[in-house]
């Protein structure tokens, strides 16, 4: 889940109410200054920061829709709220981590991306390959950045390892994806 926002106690606010739908957290990745794009500014304000959490419960790919449509819900809830003066005083960004993949899930379509159901779309953001995440041309900025790929790496190690103790399966495959990653 990438969370993102100005205000410390809005940022706050998300990870527990994350925490409260989807299980305690997993894995932080470090938290960033957000500046490699202005699009937000306008409905959220300057001097955004921005995090990954990785929740230590493992979710059905399939719900990937589902979940976009209940961080929508809890982005509404905080603005109706009213204690910000901005209209979206924080961005809930699910996804979805396999071995060979991040999925980013989006309710703005575009030519790269596939459409889930109830208005949600999902673009594959990075692939695994030898031994590392890697952007695609269409990856945002910020999902480029060292620290990220980084923490990414370290979320599909975990995520390897909950998978095996999940499914005691062999070290070849592990829930049907290939070791180092998806093959073409």
């Not at 306008?42 to 995090?51: A, E, N, V």
């Not at 695994?128 to 790496?153: H, K, M, N």
Request: with cysteine; charged share 30%; aromatic share 14%.
């Amino acid at each position: 889940m990438a969370v993102f926002g100005r205000h410390p106690d809005a940022l706050a606010w998300a990870r527990g109410r994350l925490e409260g739908e989807f299980g305690g957290g997993a894995l932080d990745g470090p938290a960033y200054d957000f500046d490699q794009t202005a699009y937000y500014e306008p409905t959220m304000g300057p001097g955004l920061r921005k995090q990954f959490f990785l929740f230590a419960g493992l979710i059905d790919p399939g719900r990937l829709a589902e979940v976009k449509r209940r961080t929508n819900a809890l982005e509404d809830e905080l603005a109706r709220a009213g204690v910000y003066p901005e209209p979206r005083p924080v961005n809930l960004d699910p996804g979805a981590l396999s071995l060979g993949k991040f999925l980013l899930a989006t309710t703005k379509d575009q030519s790269h991306r596939v459409y889930l159901r109830d208005g949600v779309f999902a673009e594959v953001t990075l692939r695994y390959r030898d031994g590392a995440f890697e952007p695609w041309p269409w990856t945002y900025a910020d999902y480029r950045q060292p620290a990220v790929l980084e923490f990414f790496r370290e979320a599909r190690s975990l995520y390897r390892r909950l998978l095996r103790d999940t499914h005691a399966g062999g070290d070849e495959y592990v829930h049907g994806q290939p070791d180092e990653g998806d093959a073409c």
